[in-house]
């Protein structure tokens, strides 16, 4: 089985957002960037279908060289090689677009993305990959097991979960459940000198249009201070949420 | 030229947040001086939907389409949009409508934004703002195509009446072969979703263990809320991976959200901070939640929360 992990390069998720240019840009000044949390519970997902079934792991990227760090970590967990389609990534569409090309260029049976990416939360491109290829989509996946071409996999639901059979080739926006959190592998010695000799390949982008621009960024407006109540005054916080919060 | 907006239903019921969309597309409909069209799909009375601003109600009733299928209903929403020259599509947040969104958007060749929070500050250029970087900013994104696809966050634009007539009219949608079936759903009955709370009463590991849940259950049930969780409560499985919220888990945007114990570490806080009224019970005045909250009590919740309780019952008794 091949299959194509998507890794989004993200800020770590204790960085603080500021925006720059007028908050036309965010400010990456002193943030530390990560592999998507979301992307590493698939990306485990995907070595355990290595170890147990057997499967040939490609990451892919779409951002400048300074995404290789991420890609890098990414072979150091112990995918086989990486991809960075050297573009600057414009909207959900175009990275789709990007990431389609590759895929179907590879010949992948699987393609595995976190749900959504915790910068920009879109929640977009497995999809649009998935209806750019005509592939079957499961998204919000817990569980999936592959046995030929034939998959089964649960995802949530609001207020519980479905099972669904489908077959390969598929494309999953999966999620923690995938694999347990606890189970989510890190980097060893040994996995980060294996991932220098691992090839890294710089694809040219195929200069998909974009359907989106960003304008500008803004913050939350600031929240005011939190309200204290006396715990013995139960009846104090009750008036507040029913009179002023009026949630109640 | 329309706008189109899917309003999502379960069981040929409509979730509230089909009533939230329909507010919202009336909006765009208006600034853009043209006609709102609603999609439902087997739903029993589509007429509710005229109190929000609809204008014609689409209705498709196909046995087929009786458990959602995301590439079945994209495909049924394309066909509508296709046939009624909709040039903005909206959707909500659901996880069905984040699951379908997506496919709309590649199938209509359309521009789209998602987790949108408000009208469009401009038309032309076509400007939503929405939400990004886990609730810590927002991005003004402009949609360039002809073609708009909007993902509306959840209880964002809230429900604003507006009645009108509407004209009611049956769509035959052709219904392909489905790619993902289903083969069966595993959903608690009768539990407030956290989807679809309110209110959601959340606690943390400060409450000690599983067999300390009983009062958080009784302050969700007079609340009528949903029952959540911090994330070491559900790695240490003392309650359902469902019920875990935060940057992992589950999104909480309600419009209020009580956390009992839960010190309110950054991953928490991001999968919360959407949600409008925040109020945090712990006995550690330092821990973070302190700061992202709008009312707190500094105490004991083995304390507090009983108490709550029982005044919470003396206040419903008054105003009910």
């Known amino acids: 089985m091949k299959i194509l992990v998507c890794i989004s390069h993200v800020p770590d998720t204790t960085s603080k957002i500021n925006f720059t240019d007028n908050d036309t840009n965010f400010d990456t000044n002193g943030v530390q960037f990560v592999i998507n949390p979301y992307d590493e519970f698939v990306l485990t997902r995907a070595m355990w279908f290595k170890e147990k079934q057997g499967a040939a792991i490609t990451v892919v990227n779409v951002g400048s060289a300074s995404t290789e760090s991420t890609l890098r970590k990414a072979l150091a967990i112990g995918a086989d090689n990486a991809i960075r389609v050297n573009a600057d990534p414009k909207d959900g569409m175009s990275v789709a677009k990007e990431i389609a090309a590759v895929a179907k260029d590879g010949g992948y049976d699987l393609i595995l993305a976190g749900k959504e990416s915790s910068d920009y939360n879109g929640q977009m491109v497995p999809g649009m990959v998935a209806a750019l290829l005509n592939y079957n989509f499961v998204n919000g996946c817990v569980q999936m097991d592959v046995d030929g071409t034939s998959v089964s996999a649960t995802r949530e639901i609001d207020g519980g979960s479905e099972s669904l059979q489908t077959s390969l080739p598929l494309v999953v926006g999966g999620q923690k459940g995938i694999v347990e959190e606890s189970d989510l592998r890190i980097p060893n010695m040994r996995g980060i000198t294996m991932a220098r000799k691992k090839p890294l390949s710089v694809l040219e982008s195929t200069n998909p249009d974009n359907a989106t621009n960003s304008v500008s960024f803004e913050k939350p407006a600031p929240k005011g201070a939190v309200k204290l109540v006396d715990a013995e005054n139960i009846d104090e916080l009750i008036n507040l949420l029913h009179n002023e919060a009026k949630v109640i | ?320």
């Open chain 2, 1 to 320: 030229m329309s706008v189109l907006v899917y309003a999502s239903s379960s069981d040929g019921k409509f979730k509230k947040s089909a009533f939230e969309v329909v507010s919202y597309g009336k909006k765009v409909a208006e600034e853009l001086g043209t006609k709102l069209i609603t999609l439902t799909i087997n739903v029993n009375d589509a007429t509710e939907l005229q109190n929000y601003g609809a204008d014609t109600i689409v209705s498709v009733n196909n046995a087929a389409l009786n458990e959602f299928n995301a590439k079945e209903y994209a495909s049924v929403i394309q066909q509508v949009a296709e046939s009624k020259e909709s040039k903005v599509v909206v959707i909500d947040s659901s996880i069905d409508g984040i699951y379908v969104g997506p496919l709309v958007s590649v199938a209509l060749n359309a521009g789209y934004a998602s987790n949108v929070v408000d009208a469009p500050s401009s038309t032309n250029p076509f400007v939503v703002k929405r939400k990004a970087f886990s609730n810590k900013g927002f991005n003004n994104t402009e949609i360039t195509t002809e073609n708009k696809v909007i993902g509306l966050a959840k209880n964002s634009f809230g429900i604003h009446e507006n009645p009108v007539t509407a004209s009611v009219e049956n769509f035959e949608a052709s219904v392909s072969e489905l790619g993902v079936k289903s083969t069966g759903i595993d959903k608690a009955v009768g539990k407030v979703t956290i989807a679809d709370a309110d209110v959601v009463v959340s606690a943390g590991r400060g409450l000690k263990g599983p067999e300390n849940w009983g009062m958080v259950e009784e302050l969700a049930d007079i609340l009528g809320a949903a029952t959540a969780c911090s994330k070491p409560v559900s790695d240490l499985g003392w309650r359902p991976h469902g019920e875990h919220v935060g940057q992992t888990g589950k999104p909480v945007a309600t419009n209020l959200y009580i956390a009992i114990g839960i010190s309110g570490a950054i991953q928490h806080l991001a999968g919360i901070n959407a949600s409008k009224v925040k109020v945090v019970i712990n006995t550690d005045p330092e821990a973070p939640f302190f700061k992202a909250a709008d009312y707190g009590i500094v105490g004991d919740a083995f304390e507090v929360v009983p108490n709550l309780i029982s005044k919470l019952k003396d206040f419903k008794a008054q105003n009910s």
